[in-house]
Each structure stands twice: as structure tokens, then as C-alpha cells.
């Protein structure tokens, strides 16, 4: 040992090195094989969990944790074996080329520096988001709109139609929440009938606020299929419902249908989604202006 940096380097057959290396380097090549049977297969089942699960409510509106920190951990672990694997395997052929190893250190790259710190960062932020969605209760029991949050966007009855509100009896929340869909709320509101024997909802709302402006647009569209997809009992099958596009320039898009005594508006704006269900005589569309001020302000 010297720290003389000009004494001259110990003797090793880079060839002989090369044979010490030639299982280890097998073995740093099986592993990214086998890496890949794996990402196909995993990318597989995303496909099929995209194109064929309920990806929405799964994903964006009731997001597993597990699936979250699953997949940014599999991917690093892949670039890992994949960039290990390329960097012995040129170490093993240049070697084998009669290159001595070069003993003296070599500072990381600013971009791999970068790209690792990013990396862990995002895998961090991920889980520690994921914690605290598991530490901040989902009220799944409807409370009194009293106990409601000050800042939860309500639609007013008396205001889309006061001719009900005389049998007016309450109203009712929840709330939910996802990383990605912070805010979830469901707002029903209830009147009894004439008779006074029997309430029910006139009004229900769901309000959801994405993470992402990018992500309304797929929440949206689930609001249409889950809320316009009704059971024939002739075929024994869910079909689609008749529906229109409001020509507005409130929202990014529009629908309305009318089927049984209940009237829809499914609407979206940014990164906000509205449904609105409305049993009443009063032509909702009408009541479009009403309905954005309530959610978008």
C-alpha cells in the first residue's frame, strides 16, 4: 500500500480476473430475465385491471395502498438490476479483453445522482401520503349537514325547487378521500310526502375534487357509467341509458338523461366532477348556472 499516486500498479492478469467473474456475471444476467417474466406478467394484470376492473373506484377513488407503493418499489428495484447487470457485464468483457481494472475512484454522474434522489424522494412521498390517508378516517355513515365542513360545496333545494321545500325534513353527508381524489363528498337531501309517512331523497349530490386536473375526465366518465347504466329485467343485463350533451360553456362537459321520476346532471370542470340527481318537476338544465356556482366558486 502507497499513497503514491505514480507507483506503478500490482501485476493481475485482467484475463484471469475475468474468469474469477464469469459465474457472478451469469447470475447479475439471469436476474434481469427473470425481472422481465415478472414485469410482463405485471403488466399483464394491469392491462386487465385497466381494461376490464373497475380501475376508477379501485384506483382513484378508493386507492389501494398496497398497489401505490408496489409499483414505484418494483420499478426501482428493475432499473437497479438492469443498470447492475450492464455495468458488470462490461466490467466482465472488458476484462476478458486483457483491460486491467482501473482501481482509481470515479465520482458517480450528476444525472445518476439526480435520478437516485428523485427516485428515493418520490418512493418517500409516496409512502408517507399513503400513511397518512390510513391515519385520517372515511366517515362511511351519513351525519347531519350540520356537521358538515364550512368549506363542502352544497346545492340548495329551495333554490333548484321551492315549491318542495315546504315538506322539507333534512339533510345528510359523507365524505371520503384518496390521495388522489382528496375530496369526496355525497350531500342527500330529504322531504316527506304529503301523507307525512314518508321521506325520501329529492336531491343528492356527489362532488369530487381530483389531485390532477388530468383525472376528472376518467372519474366523469365512471360517474356516467355507474349512474346511466340501469338493469333490464327482460335481458337480464345492464344498459346503457339515453343521455345528451348540454352545449355550456360552464363546464368542460355537460350530460343530462331523464328515466323513472329521476332527473341527472353529471358535469366536470378542471378538477372537479359533479353529480346531481334530482326527482321534481323543474327542468334541471335550467338550473345548469345555479348548479356551477354551487360547485366551481
Not at 457472478?24 to 417474466?37: A, E, G, K, N, T
Not at 458488470?88 to 445518476?112: C, E, N, Q, V, W
Amino acid at each position: 500500500m502507497t499513497e503514491d499516486a505514480d507507483a506503478p500498479e500490482i501485476h493481475t492478469d485482467p484475463l484471469v480476473q475475468s474468469k474469477t467473474l464469469k459465474k457472478m456475471s451469469r447470475q447479475l444476467i439471469i436476474l434481469p430475465i427473470i425481472y422481465f417474466v415478472f414485469l410482463v406478467g405485471f403488466l399483464f394484470m394491469l392491462v386487465r385491471y385497466f381494461t376490464t376492473g373497475d380501475w376508477v373506484n379501485n384506483l382513484l377513488l378508493r386507492t389501494n395502498v398496497f398497489f401505490l407503493i408496489l409499483v414505484p418499489l418494483f420499478m426501482l428495484g428493475g432499473i437497479y438490476l438492469v443498470v447492475t447487470a450492464v455495468r458488470f457485464t462490461k466490467l466482465h468483457r472488458r476484462l476478458k479483453a486483457g483491460y486491467p481494472l482501473d482501481h482509481s475512484k470515479k465520482k458517480r454522474s450528476k444525472a445518476i445522482r439526480i435520478l437516485e434522489l428523485v427516485s428515493a424522494s418520490a418512493l418517500v412521498f409516496m409512502i408517507l401520503s399513503n400513511l397518512a390517508n390510513l391515519s385520517r378516517p372515511n366517515n362511511y355513515s351519513y351525519q347531519p349537514l350540520s356537521d358538515a365542513p364550512g368549506d363542502m360545496p352544497a346545492l340548495s333545494l329551495a333554490e333548484i325547487d321551492s315549491r318542495q321545500s315546504v315538506y322539507y325534513s333534512g339533510a345528510h353527508f359523507d365524505s371520503r378521500h384518496s390521495p388522489l381524489v382528496p375530496e369526496q363528498y355525497t350531500v342527500g337531501v330529504n322531504i316527506q310526502t304529503d301523507e307525512m309517512d314518508h321521506i325520501r331523497t329529492v336531491l343528492h349530490t356527489n362532488f369530487y375534487k381530483t389531485a390532477f386536473p388530468g383525472l376528472a375526465k376518467p372519474v366523469y366518465k365512471e360517474m356516467i357509467q355507474a349512474n346511466f347504466k340501469r338493469f333490464n329485467m327482460t335481458t337480464s343485463e345492464r344498459e346503457m341509458q339515453d343521455y345528451e350533451t348540454l352545449d355550456t360553456t360552464l363546464f368542460d362537459e355537460a350530460v343530462y338523461t331523464q328515466f323513472d321520476d329521476k332527473q341527472y346532471i353529471i358535469a366536470y370542470q378542471d378538477k372537479t366532477v359533479i353529480v346531481v340527481r334530482y326527482v321534481g318537476d323543474v327542468y334541471l338544465p335550467d338550473k345548469l348556472e345555479l348548479i356551477a356556482d354551487a360547485f366551481l366558486h
